[in-house]
């Protein structure tokens, strides 16, 4: 059973009202959480998308799990079931070996993550930061799971087909985040000859060998001071040489 609290929330909250962080700044207040970030999968090649997100450290989080391609929320995913990990100390270290290390560096205690989706179709991901608490209690879950359940019903309700009128609905993807990385995906699988996906996985892992954030190195690309040649000598910067 949800408490009190999210009980009101959910009545109340309109995702498309109150620009910046302001749900995500209500959702992680009703949680009790140290933080809450919501991303959406939008287009062909099905991009985690940060939708709103509250803290600034929720926001890297997110960036950094897009980045190394590993975590919680892309576990969530691919599982369509909550990852729970309220202390990322516990977590084995092989377990996300590139995520890990960062979000020590983030200051990032434990991450519970809900999918959103309806059986077999995933539509995006709930991100929950533990406090330094590191716990996660059963009322939280619930809480959790029911914020899950009625964001997945606000995608459901069109809120990504522009200037939303549903009450409830998601923003429209003006002004994508990522658009860089969609942009910038499409290139390199041009310039490969490879599917989407594996365009990404090759922005992604010169990103983290680079030790770059995937949205510095997708600008690159679109501005063109960066091409991935399939010559086995790695991307190519003309300003700066082999990358």
Not at 58 to 80: C, H, I, K, M, Y
Not at 160 to 183: C, D, I, K, Y
Not at 231 to 237: A, L, W, Y
């Amino acid at each position: 059973m949800i408490s009190d609290g999210m009980a009101d929330l959910l009545r109340s909250l309109r995702l498309e009202d109150g620009g910046g962080d302001a749900p995500a700044a209500a959702c992680a207040r009703a949680l009790g959480a140290a933080g809450v970030a919501v991303s959406v999968l939008v287009g062909e090649d099905r991009v985690a998308e940060l939708l709103w997100s509250h803290p600034a450290a929720s926001e890297r989080f997110e960036n950094l799990q897009f980045t190394v391609g590993e975590g919680p929320g892309p576990d969530a995913l691919r599982a369509g079931v909550p990852v729970v990990e309220p202390d990322l100390d516990r977590v084995r270290p092989e377990r996300w070996p590139a995520l890990l290390p960062g979000a020590r560096e983030l200051g990032v205690h434990g991450v519970c993550c809900f999918p959103l989706g309806v059986g077999a179709i995933r539509l995006g991901v709930l991100t929950v930061l533990c406090d330094e608490k590191r716990h996660f209690s059963d009322q939280q879950f619930d809480d959790a799971q029911a914020l899950a359940a009625a964001l997945t019903c606000a995608v459901l309700n069109g809120g990504l087909t522009g200037a939303p009128s549903t009450p409830g609905a998601l923003p429209g993807p003006v002004g994508l985040n990522r658009a860089a990385v969609h942009q910038a995906t499409g290139m390199i699988s041009v310039q490969l000859g490879v599917p989407l996906a594996e365009a990404l996985l090759r922005l992604r892992a010169h990103a983290y060998g680079s030790g770059l954030d995937i949205g510095e190195v997708a600008a690159e690309v679109v501005t063109r001071t960066l091409r991935f040649d399939d010559d086995g000598t790695g991307p190519n910067s003309p300003d700066r040489g082999k990358g």
